[in-house]
């Protein structure tokens, strides 16, 4: 593909389910994937998974999953039993971009992407987002008390402080333009049936709340939730067999930059303007900001969406926070950000977030977004990131 601009062979989702987007789910992990997988099925048409789908690709990590070697325990739910399946220990939409090369490949015809998120019942978290840090040079920075010597168990989320405190002295962007952020997707998530964390907040509500690590505040990062996101995918040629509306992808990118936190740019989304390059290559286009309609970008705390869709060249340096402050990334702006209520409104995912921002997508794209329909949907990008501590994001593009 080096070289060379859009995809050989089209490919479409054809099917979308999704289950859960609570903060805390009764149902084991397996009844959250068959009950979004059974969705997905019926969304494409009663496709068969057993017949007519070629290949699974599962986004799974152990840590998370408490279990090791957790992608042999998603295939009975998926009806993947005795088919091809891939594990991807990346965001779901790294899992998506997987499934999309196997199509292209002409490997499969046809292809379904799960992820999940149980993070209900890991009492760790911060404990394993700490493991995954350098364990010569960082992780001793952030767990050792220097005093005493002693592990003491720092917060991961003193990066996304670093990280956001950086940002807004590069760009200008205030705090108060990042709580505006916290506000339209708690707002947008109350249109939203499915979001878990739908909220008339203010400004001053957001300004105002526990300092996690300055300048992040509690309610500048986004909540945990269960859920489940299952999307079935198509070639050009069997696609229109499944579906009526089929939603086509038209490019797509993914980067990791260095694991390093002594060498990643803190103010920046490296990882996320290189995808988005990426995608607008294949996709052929030119002007993002008039060739697309609307997105879902990640926003696992305030300052992302903002620095991502600086990085996606959306809006230019410094910009963005202007445009949110105007409401023109509200759900009747000019542009529409994480109208579905983004990771802020509808809870982290974690592996989950990026087939989350492609189910929102898909909703608007086929105009069954309900009250939270954009009014021209034609064209949709979907951005993820990784999340603390790492520096690997991915995007893709769809259209009508």
Request: aromatic share 10%.
């Given at each position: ?6 995809l050989?062979r ?6 979308v389910?999704?289950s ?11 009844e959250?994937?068959?009950e979004?997988a059974?969705k997905?099925?019926?969304?494409a048409?009663?496709i068969?998974?057993?017949k007519?789908?070629?290949g ?5 990590e152990?840590?998370?999953?408490g279990?090791?070697?957790?992608d042999e ?6 009806g993947a039993v005795f ?6 220990s990346?965001d779901g ?8 090369m196997m ?7 046809t ?6 998120s ?12 700490l493991?995954a840090?350098?364990?010569?040079f960082?992780?001793?920075l952030?767990n050792?008390?220097p005093?005493?010597?002693k ?7 003193m990066?996304?402080?670093?990280e956001?405190n950086?940002?807004?002295?590069e ?5 108060e333009q ?10 947008n998530a109350?249109k ?6 739908g909220?008339?907040l203010?400004?001053e509500d957001?300004?105002?709340s526990?300092?996690v ?11 945990f939730a269960?859920g489940?996101?299952v999307?079935?995918l198509?070639?050009e040629e069997?696609?229109k067999?499944?579906t009526d509306?089929?939603?086509?992808v038209?490019?797509?990118g993914?980067?990791s ?7 990643h740019?803190?103010?920046d989304?490296?990882y996320?303007r290189i995808?988005?390059e990426m ?5 052929g286009?030119?002007?993002?900001r ?6 879902e970008?990640d926003?696992t705390?305030?300052?992302k969406?903002l620095?991502?869709?600086e990085?996606?060249?959306?809006f ?26 983004g990771?802020?409104g509808?809870g ?11 189910l929102?997508?898909?909703l ?12 021209k ?6 951005q993820?990131w ?10 893709t593009?769809l259209?009508?």
């Amino acid at each position: 593909m080096e070289g060379k601009i859009g995809l050989e062979r089209k490919i479409a989702v054809v099917g979308v389910g999704w289950s859960g987007f609570k903060p805390f789910t009764t149902e084991e992990y397996r009844e959250l994937i068959f009950e979004a997988a059974v969705k997905a099925y019926e969304d494409a048409g009663g496709i068969n998974p057993r017949k007519d789908v070629d290949g699974f690709i599962g986004v799974a990590e152990d840590l998370w999953e408490g279990i090791s070697i957790a992608d042999e325990y998603y295939p009975d739910q998926v009806g993947a039993v005795f088919k091809p399946e891939n594990s991807v220990s990346a965001d779901g939409i790294v899992g998506f971009i997987s499934a999309c090369m196997m199509i292209q490949s002409g490997v499969w015809d046809t292809a379904v992407v799960e992820a999940h998120s149980k993070i209900s019942e890991v009492l760790s978290v911060n404990d394993l987002l700490l493991f995954a840090l350098d364990p010569v040079f960082n992780r001793p920075l952030w767990n050792v008390d220097p005093k005493t010597k002693k592990p003491v168990g720092g917060h991961p989320y003193m990066f996304a402080g670093l990280e956001m405190n950086r940002y807004l002295a590069e760009t200008g962007t205030t705090v108060e333009q990042c709580a505006k952020v916290v506000v339209k997707n708690y707002r947008n998530a109350l249109k939203n049936p499915f979001a878990a964390y739908g909220s008339n907040l203010t400004v001053e509500d957001v300004i105002c709340s526990k300092v996690v690590s300055h300048p992040l505040k509690e309610l500048d990062a986004s909540k945990f939730a269960d859920g489940c996101v299952v999307v079935v995918l198509a070639g050009e040629e069997v696609a229109k067999k499944y579906t009526d509306t089929p939603i086509w992808v038209k490019g797509y990118g993914f980067c990791s930059e260095t694991s390093w936190l002594e060498c990643h740019d803190w103010g920046d989304s490296v990882y996320t303007r290189i995808s988005g390059e990426m995608a607008y290559k294949m996709a052929g286009i030119k002007n993002p900001r008039k060739e697309i309609n609307f997105a879902e970008v990640d926003d696992t705390f305030s300052y992302k969406e903002l620095q991502n869709l600086e990085a996606l060249k959306i809006f230019g340096r410094g910009e963005a926070g202007k445009f949110v402050e105007e409401n023109l990334t509200a759900i009747d702006g000019d542009f529409p950000v994480n109208p579905s209520g983004g990771s802020l409104g509808q809870g982290n995912l974690f592996c989950a977030n990026g087939l989350q921002k492609i189910l929102g997508v898909v909703l608007q794209l086929r105009n069954e977004a309900g009250k939270f329909q954009v009014s021209k949907a034609e064209v949709g990008l979907a951005q993820a990131w990784r999340g603390i501590p790492t520096t690997s994001g991915a995007v893709t593009i769809l259209g009508r």
